[in-house]
């Protein structure tokens, strides 16, 4: 048998191959419900380098496919290492490499750079999050913090609920204007009228939709539980960086991506008062209907996300002849 070739994807090369918002929605959606059914996904895995503040983590991943021999399993690995002094050296402070593994043989099938796939997979979770318990209403959508996050999941907001207005929070005022007149452009889709506001609690106030999606600090829970719409969809990709406990204790329907990274992720500092919620992929299974009161959603980031996306982009790479092949 012949040695398959290696193939690299950079960064460009998987802006080039990423699928539609449309498929990326699919691609979510069939993660979540893998991890609720017999896909493998063990809490991360991590040592801490000794820059402070710092982390790496091997998220590894496998999901059946529907292939009785298994050709059609996934099976991968994602390493992100994060250092938060490279903002200081001009480099990237987070950097993911994924490797996606042939399922029979075991060899490596290609390296992916990671850092696109990402916000993007992050992005379509939410997304998927939104197509099932979103609000009840077209409501205005409170997004906290200007960054990365925010511009990946603004085209997905645009897409689900076009038109929508959008309130930015950042505390860095220029950042939130920068991206505001991108909104304003038109560059992140159709969307409705945009505000700025510096403070979080007049932002989620009124709110049908509310991302929180602010770096991660010492400062947890920050948001009173008292400014957010009763019946407000609220999305926390910042763990429990902004939402407090009694907004979890208190709502309709809780919901995580995978409960064991959850309960891994909970500890004497971290999720504090925090009740065990769903999985996102047994309430879609399940047919869990959108509740009348406030819905949470706290997905922590999931390697089986990133494999599932890493072989969809490396499918469409294939095809199309992106990418560089490497000697192995």
Request: charged content about 15%; aromatic content about 4%; hydrophobic content about 50%.
């Amino acid at each position: 048998m012949q040695t398959p070739p290696l193939r690299y994807l950079s960064a460009a090369d998987v802006r080039a191959a990423m699928p539609g918002i449309d498929e990326r929605l699919e691609l979510a959606g069939r993660s979540m419900v893998a991890l609720a059914v017999d896909a493998q996904l063990p809490p991360k895995i991590g040592v801490d380098p000794a820059a402070a503040d710092s982390f790496a983590h091997a998220m590894p991943a496998w999901a059946r496919g529907d292939a009785a021999d298994g050709t059609a399993d996934l099976l991968g690995v994602k390493w992100v290492v994060g250092v938060p002094q490279n903002a200081e050296r001009g480099l990237p402070v987070i950097s993911a490499t994924t490797i996606v593994s042939d399922p029979v043989t075991g060899l490596p099938r290609a390296l992916v750079e990671a850092g696109g796939i990402t916000a993007v997979r992050t992005a379509a979770v939410s997304g998927t999050a939104i197509s099932h318990w979103g609000p009840r209403s077209a409501g205005p959508v409170a997004i906290i913090g200007a960054g990365v996050q925010a511009r990946s999941h603004l085209p997905v907001v645009a897409h689900l609920l076009p038109g929508v207005p959008v309130t930015l929070c950042d505390r860095d005022s220029g950042r939130a204007a920068a991206l505001a007149k991108e909104i304003d452009a038109g560059i992140h889709g159709r969307l409705g009228r945009v505000g700025i506001t510096a403070d979080p609690a007049a932002a989620v106030a009124g709110a049908a939709l509310v991302l929180t999606l602010v770096s991660f600090g010492p400062q947890r829970q920050s948001i009173p539980a008292t400014a957010f719409a009763p019946a407000a969809t609220v999305i926390a990709v910042d763990y429990d960086m902004c939402v407090p406990a009694a907004i979890a204790a208190q709502a309709d329907l809780f919901l995580t991506d995978d409960r064991g990274q959850f309960l891994a992720s909970r500890t004497d500092t971290q999720f504090v008062g925090y009740p065990e919620p769903v999985m996102i992929g047994e309430a879609i299974a399940a047919g869990t209907p959108r509740p009348v009161g406030r819905v949470l959603i706290s997905h922590l980031g999931v390697g089986l996300a990133d494999v599932v996306f890493a072989d969809a982009i490396l499918r469409r790479a294939e095809a199309g002849g992106i990418g560089t092949i490497l000697e192995r």
